[in-house]
C-alpha cells in the first residue's frame, strides 16, 4: 500500500546550525503534508503544513519544501536549539482526511 | 495538548480483560480519531469518529471498538486486551476534512500494557 517513509532515523546537529529533516512519500495524488514533533512521553504537535499546490511554506525557524517531482518533502530548522530535540513526523493526507504516517526521525542537538 | 484529555494515562492489564480509554475534548470539533504508536510502525488509525455516533474503521481495527455518544467523548474499548495491543495509545481531533483544515491535535496519549 501507499505509505510515506523517511530517509534518516536520526539526525544529530550541534546547537546553532540547520537541521533538515527528509521525508519520501509514494502516492502521487497525495494533495497535503504536515510535519509534527513529539517530544519525549507526549503527543506529536503540528508544527507546518503544506498544500500540493505550493512548493515551499514558512513559519517561525522552520521552512517546508515540498517536491512533487520526486515526491520529495523536507523540514528545515534554523538555528536549531536544545528544545527542538525530538522525534520528527511527517504526514500525508491521500484519503480524503486520513493521514497517514511515516516512522518519524529522531533528532538530537548537541549543547 | 490544550483541550483534549485522555484516561488513563497509564495502565497495566491482564490478557482477556477489557480495558476501555476514554478521549475527552473541550474544542467543540467534529472529527475524534484513535491512534496506536508502536516501535517501527509510527501511527496507525485504529479507529475515527465523523460525529456523535458515527464511527468507522481505520487501518488496525481488529480487536477495538469504539463508541461516541457525545461530541467531546470518544471511547475506544479493548473487548479482551491480548499482548499485541500493548502500546501507546493517541486520541486526536480535528475541526473539518477540507482542504483548508486537515490538521489534527494530539492528546497526551495513554500507555497500555496487557502482561
Known amino acids: 500500500g501507499e505509505s510515506v517513509g523517511l530517509h534518516l532515523p536520526t539526525l544529530s546537529v550541534q546547537e546553532g546550525d540547520n537541521s533538515i529533516i527528509n521525508c519520501a512519500y509514494s502516492?502521487?495524488?497525495?494533495?497535503?503534508f504536515i510535519w509534527y514533533k513529539q517530544e519525549s512521553g507526549k503527543g506529536p504537535q503540528f508544527i507546518i503544513d503544506?498544500?500540493?499546490?505550493?512548493d515551499k511554506r514558512q513559519g517561525q525557524r522552520v521552512t517546508v519544501l515540498l517536491n512533487k517531482t520526486v515526491k520529495h518533502l523536507s523540514l528545515q530548522i534554523a538555528a536549531t536549539q536544545p528544545g527542538d530535540s525530538a522525534v520528527y513526523f511527517c504526514a500525508e493526507n491521500n484519503q480524503g482526511g486520513k493521514l497517514i504516517f511515516g516512522q518519524g526521525t529522531e533528532l538530537s542537538v548537541k549543547p | 495538548d490544550a483541550g483534549i484529555t485522555q484516561s488513563p494515562r497509564h495502565k497495566v492489564t491482564e490478557t482477556g480483560t477489557p480495558v476501555t480509554l476514554r478521549c475527552h475534548q473541550t474544542e467543540n470539533h467534529r472529527y475524534m480519531y484513535w491512534y496506536r504508536q508502536d516501535p517501527g510502525h509510527g501511527l496507525r488509525l485504529i479507529h475515527y469518529s465523523y460525529g456523535v455516533k458515527d464511527t468507522d474503521k481505520g487501518e488496525v481495527s481488529d480487536g477495538y471498538s469504539v463508541s461516541r455518544s457525545k461530541t467531546e467523548d470518544f471511547l475506544l474499548t479493548l473487548e479482551s486486551a491480548t499482548s499485541s495491543q500493548t502500546s501507546v495509545y493517541f486520541c486526536a481531533i480535528s475541526e473539518s476534512r477540507t482542504l483548508s483544515s486537515y490538521e489534527q491535535y494530539f492528546g497526551p496519549g495513554t500507555r497500555l500494557t496487557v502482561t
Open positions: 502516492n502521487s495524488a497525495s494533495d497535503y
Open positions: 503544506i498544500r500540493s499546490n505550493m
